[in-house]
């Protein structure tokens, strides 16, 4: 256990006529820089100590809020190796380190990748809570603390989810299944794959998570860009896309017009994740399971 001495700070004078002026020392300094990410990324910023003089030991805790954002990871800065404790149930890691050398000048305590898992334009402190920093007398380091400030970008990343083109046989009705996207994806937009020669489009959309609906949109009929329709947050968020996020599943009930293009398979793998056929309703009211439509979800 170790037992601190306590600190005897000498303050170096000047001579100013007969008064006696003090020099301002210099203080230590830990900081963590401000960061930002777009929703669902992750972004690297370091823990600085600057100014330190014989330092051998710090026991450095960070808090923000775990609703925004979470630590990803911790890594080594240039005074050598850290542990740590990440526990983004409480919003908290904790750091500490030690050295039998010590250390003068300033240094890169550590680096944080952070991840954004709040939505867009969410923000959170990034607190810092100097528990210990001495040097090797086990004698307290005068310092100040920085802490910094971590943004959840306000523009949407831009990935998509397609299940790309589909097949014959093809007839419409109303498709009900799943969606789990592999990354975060914004939607504004859902494409349908129609079949050659045909009107093939979806007439309406809704997207439920955990069965609450989170999004819906409506055909307009063949006018314009009739193959797309445009899909609303109903949410009550304070941007009109959806964010489908990471991992997370999505029911959704698709009705289709026409002869749109179909995969015919219960499950597909596509390179944003998987989507999948609870059931599809024909429009004779015949009922498969292994009918996916072929369509794509995308911002504009």
């Known amino acids: 256990m170790k037992v601190k001495k306590i600190a005897r700070i000498l303050i170096p004078v000047i001579l100013v006529g007969m008064l006696v002026v003090p020099l301002a020392a210099t203080e230590a300094t830990v900081s963590i820089e401000d960061a930002s990410a777009a929703q669902g990324e992750t972004v690297t910023v370091p823990i600085n100590i600057a100014d330190v003089e014989n330092m051998c030991g710090a026991d450095i805790w960070l808090s923000y809020d775990k609703q925004v954002v979470t630590v990803e990871k911790v890594e080594v800065g240039n005074i050598g190796t850290v542990t740590y404790n990440i526990d983004n ?5 904790k750091m500490v380190w030690d050295t039998a050398e010590g250390k003068t000048g300033s240094f890169v305590f550590a680096h944080i990748t952070f991840k954004a898992v709040g939505n867009p334009c969410d923000e959170s402190k990034l607190d810092l809570d100097v528990k210990e920093l001495y040097d090797c007398d086990l004698v307290d380091i005068q310092h100040g603390v920085v802490d910094g400030t971590f943004k959840i970008s306000c523009i949407p990343t831009t990935k998509g989810f397609d299940t790309g083109y589909g097949t014959y046989a093809s007839i419409f009705g109303t498709h009900n299944g799943t969606i789990t996207p592999n990354q975060t994806i914004t939607v504004n937009k859902l494409y349908t794959y129609p079949c050659a020669g045909t009107g093939g489009h979806t007439e309406s959309i ?26 609303h947050n109903v949410t009550g968020a304070p941007y009109p896309y959806v964010m489908l996020l990471e991992n997370h599943k999505y ?14 398979t219960p499950a597909l793998p596509t390179a944003n994740g998987w989507i999948n056929c609870t059931k599809f309703t024909d429009a004779n009211g015949k009922i498969y399971y292994d009918w996916i439509p072929a369509i794509k979800l995308f911002l504009q």
């Open 206 to 231: 809704k997207l439920y998570e955990n069965d609450i609906e989170i999004a819906n949109g409506t055909w307009n009929g063949y006018q314009g860009d009739w193959h797309n329709i445009t899909i």
């Open 251 to 264: 029911n959704y009930t698709i009705r289709t017009g026409s002869y749109p293009q179909i995969h015919h």
């Open 89 to 93: 149930n409480a919003g908290k890691t």
